[in-house]
Each structure stands twice: as C-alpha cells, then as structure tokens.
C-alpha cells in the first residue's frame, strides 16, 4: 500500500476565532500551523486567506505572503483554496493560481453549503481547470456530490484535466453527502481504479473516515475548516494536534506516512 498523505486544511472560510480562539488567520499564523504540521506529518498544506479583519480573502498578495512565509520554513504542498467563501466571484476565487502552486482545489459541482449555495457552474469548472493547466498546477478534484466526481471526468475527457485524477471526498457539510462510511465506500468505488483519493470528513465524521481511508489505502484531511473538536465538546488545541492523531492511528495500522517528497511522488507533481 503506498503511503499516507496526509493534508492540514487550516483555516478554511466559515471558522471563527471566536468557534476556536486557536485559528490561524494572519501570514504569521498560517505558515506556524502549516510548519507544525508539516512536524507532525502532514505533507500537504490546505491554504485559505484571511483579511486583517479575520475575514475570507482570495487577494493574490495575501496568498503570496502565505505561501513565501510556509516555503520559508518547510517543504510541505502549499495548496490554495479556489473555493473560497460562498461568496467570492470566480474571477477573486481564481487569484491563488496564478501564484503557480503545486497544487490548488478544484470544486467539481454545486452545491447546498449550510444555509448558502456554493457555486461552481460548468463554466467555472472549465476556466478554472484551464488556468490551473496552463499553469502546471495539479488539481485536487473537490467532491462534495455523488455527481461531481462524473463532472471531473466529463473535464477530462474534454482535455481540462489530466488522468490520473486526485479527489478529495468532503462529507459531512450541511446540505450535501453525508459522511457515512457507506457514503465514503461508494465514492471510492466511483473513481476510475488508477486514480489517488483523500477524505475530509466534516465534524463529528473527521476521526471514523480518517481510520477508514488509512484501512483501505486512501489519504487523509484533518484540520480546523473541517473540524474543531478534538472530542466531544472538547475544541482541539491546534490544527498540529488533529495531524498527530491520525499520525497515532496509522501507525497503529502498520501504514506508513509519507514526507512532502513522497506524496508528490504518488501524486505525480514535479517540483
Ligand atoms: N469554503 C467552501 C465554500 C475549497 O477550499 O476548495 C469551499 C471550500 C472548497 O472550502
Ligand atoms: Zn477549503
């Protein structure tokens, strides 16, 4: 089985510091969190930018700061968000990509998000994976739909994206798939066979599908976007302390965890 690749979704765009006064928001913040799980295991970094206000930003230069600031101490995967917030345009979404990351998301399909819709119409698909194409950056196929995952195939066989395709399962958000373990099975089994899948289970669904994917070869997501809590009503004291459980759990499993270079060996990004 090849290695663990494990991802630290930091931030993300709903999260407060008033939900979890340890969220990292500022360049400074972002690049510590990214460097401690890096430290912990983690070999990619999913990146969302906040504003000084604490708000979602896709500002370019935003960006710039956070990936120069995490590429300064470690060699993790800088990964930028191209969702954003619910309400960000496609044009501002886009911003991180032309910073030329090694990664960046790629939401295949649209979306209930909580009481939002979260948008990603035909259109936005195509202009996003071309950029992305043009730009030589891998794209990590956002799923959060049944659906979305024929989306990404229907990009690749107009030529949007290369096979063979990553994915990441999202289960658990109010209003889209939930994260069963029956949910997750019949994602996997949807996929073509050569493609490489990760699992970010939302909430109280994060720990169960970790130790799912890890049992059946596929990656995993921890990180404050996804989840708070380290148990029940107990908030998790850093993004670090989530990457150290799953670290735990596979090495418990007898699965290895591979470093930065390792998974973009597996997932075919040249540095
Ligand atoms: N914040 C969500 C609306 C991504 O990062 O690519 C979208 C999201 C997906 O978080
Ligand atoms: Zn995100």
């Not at 993300?12 to 510091?17: D, I, S, Y």
């Not at 119409?121 to 994976?129: T, V």
Request: net charge negative; proline share 6%.
């Amino acid at each position: 089985m090849q290695k663990l690749i494990i991802t630290a979704a930091l931030t993300g765009a709903e999260v407060t510091k008033e939900q979890q006064p340890n969220l990292p928001a500022t360049p400074d913040e972002i690049a510590e969190a990214a460097y401690e799980c890096y430290k912990a295991g983690a070999s990619i970094v999913h990146v969302h930018a906040r504003d000084d206000d604490g708000n979602p930003t896709q500002a370019y230069e935003v960006y710039k700061e956070i990936k120069e600031k995490i590429e300064a101490k470690c060699n993790i995967i800088v990964q930028p968000s191209t969702g954003g917030a619910v309400w960000h345009s496609a044009d501002e979404r886009l911003q991180p990509v032309e910073l030329a990351p090694e990664m960046a998301t790629l939401s295949c399909g649209t979306c209930n998000f909580g009481p939002d819709v979260f948008m990603n119409s035909q259109e936005y698909m195509e202009k996003f994976a071309k950029r992305m194409k043009e730009l030589g950056v891998k794209p990590e196929i956002e799923v959060f739909e049944r659906g979305m995952i024929n989306n990404a195939l229907r990009l690749a066989k107009k030529g949007f994206i290369d096979f063979p395709l990553h994915f990441d399962f999202v289960l658990g958000v109010p209003g889209a798939c939930p994260g069963t373990p029956e949910d997750l099975m019949h994602m996997v089994r949807s996929i073509p066979e050569e493609s490489t899948w990760t699992v970010a289970g939302i909430g109280r669904s994060e720990t169960p599908l970790a130790a799912m994917a890890i049992v059946l070869g596929g990656n995993v997501r921890v990180g404050f976007e996804d989840n708070i809590y380290y148990s029940k009503g107990v908030l998790a004291k850093s993004n670090a302390e989530l990457v150290e459980r799953v670290v735990r759990i596979a090495k418990e499993m007898g699965r290895e965890v591979a470093t930065p270079d390792e998974a973009r060996e597996i997932l075919g990004i040249k540095k």
